[in-house]
């Protein structure tokens, strides 16, 4: 019985099943389904197994890091714009790549410097008002060439370099199991009855599976779980994850767009997260915005939302829309979004409320040790002196990205 259940299961139901983990939420289907066992990138000994580092280049040759100590540094919580003084004022080469640490709290993009003593960082201020406090700058200067032509007489000497050599990832676990009880195998003897019975314990136990990686993808989940790294720790402003510290290195952390109170979806709030999560890395704009289906269900309802007023009843079109409404458009309902050529999808899977995700997809990456794979079904009557025959689904997997500043969020969004 138990040979003919493992046969029935091997040939007819596991490469159907270690498809299915994936299927039905864009986010796994677009980061999980491309994925290849083996696939890892720098994978370096360690005594603790092999783990996975994900190469991360800080500066370039013709760069070198300076900083700056600022005094009498002014700033409110929620606010963008710091005043301090710095010897010679703040200048624009500051503002490349910049970070400012605020002794005390936390470290933040520079955005841009407005005059020597006023500059505004990407995020608004998380701590307490400060007033009189002081800090550091740390930037990118230009130094000399180390690259380009030269002539017979010219000596080669090489620049300073300031790369880091990776953020460093474990691997992770997951696993998902099924089991049957032999009374059950008994009534259900037979080559179709056992395969029915294969066949809805193993969807159920997929269906599990799958809602675990989908739940801990979008979780905030940083280094030191079992878990893997969570979608919300890549975009958060401080924490560890692949062993940075965003705290200390404002280059590791992600966009956020907050608020104090629920609000619409804008336009405004993803020109803010395109921008931001465009300007670093290499400059190459998010290619998945991804959030829930109650987010787009308000979305859509703005797109189409007419407004009357007067008595000519004038009719206003929302500036949301990249396309001319028309009645025909809204008669047939809207069903596809893009932003500045970005796709807009909502996850069914999502387990969260109010949040919206942009994601460069080129920057994240779910590297496989062990595809999910079935151990066969065996009889626990031998080793746990139970009257079940058990099977078990694991892989081995770690979520990696290689530049926390190419992802975004937006919270506190009103749901339909």
């Avoid at 307490?128 to 000497?157: C, E, P, Q, R």
Wanted: hydrophobic share 35%; charged share 20%.
């Amino acid at each position: 019985m138990l040979e003919g259940l493992n046969v029935v299961t091997r040939e007819h139901f596991m490469p159907i099943v270690t498809n299915q983990v994936f299927q039905g939420s864009p986010i796994l289907e677009k980061v999980f389904g491309v994925s290849k066992e083996g696939s890892f990138g720098m994978a370096t000994p360690s005594l603790d197994g092999r783990a996975i580092i994900e190469p991360l280049e800080i500066g370039s040759v013709n760069e070198e890091a300076a900083t700056a100590d600022v005094t009498d540094v002014s700033i409110t919580k929620g606010s963008t714009t710091v005043t301090g003084t710095v010897s010679g004022g703040f200048t624009a080469a500051m503002a490349n790549r910049g970070q400012i640490s605020i002794f005390g709290g936390q470290t933040y993009r520079i955005d841009k410097i407005v005059d020597s003593t006023h500059l505004t960082i990407t995020e608004p201020f998380e701590q307490s008002d400060l007033s009189g406090d002081t800090a550091t700058i740390t930037y990118y200067t230009t130094v000399a060439n180390t690259s380009g032509a030269y002539g017979k007489a010219d000596t080669f000497a090489a620049g300073d370099e300031d790369t880091l050599a990776g953020a460093s990832y474990t691997w992770k676990m997951y696993h998902t199991t099924v089991k049957i009880h032999n009374v059950d195998l008994k009534q259900n003897a037979g080559k179709s009855r056992i395969i029915d019975l294969a066949s809805q314990r193993l969807r159920s136990a997929t269906k599990q599976l799958q809602r675990n990686l989908i739940s801990d993808f979008y979780a905030a989940t940083f280094d030191g779980s079992n878990k893997m790294i969570g979608l919300q720790a890549i975009c958060a402003g401080s924490g560890i994850v692949g062993t940075i510290n965003k705290a200390i290195y404002a280059w590791w952390q992600g966009a956020r767009n907050t608020a104090t109170t629920d609000r619409d979806l804008t336009w405004d709030i993803l020109n803010d997260l395109y921008h931001k999560t465009k300007k670093y890395g290499n400059g190459d704009a998010a290619n998945l915005i991804v959030t829930s289906d109650g987010v787009i269900a308000g979305y859509e309802n703005n797109l189409t939302k007419v407004v009357v007023t007067g008595t000519a009843g004038e009719r206003y079109e929302n500036t949301l829309t990249t396309r001319t409404i028309n009645d025909k458009v809204i008669d047939a309902g809207v069903t596809g979004f893009k932003f500045k050529g970005i796709d807009i999808v909502s996850d069914p899977m999502m387990p969260l409320a109010g949040k919206l995700f942009f994601l460069n997809l080129n920057y994240i990456y779910w590297r496989t040790l062990q595809a999910f794979q079935s151990t066969g079904w065996q009889d626990l009557k031998t080793s746990q002196n139970k009257d079940w025959v058990q099977l078990t689904i694991n892989g081995y997997g770690a979520l990696t990205t290689s530049a926390c500043s190419k992802f975004g969020v937006a919270s506190e969004l009103n749901e339909e």
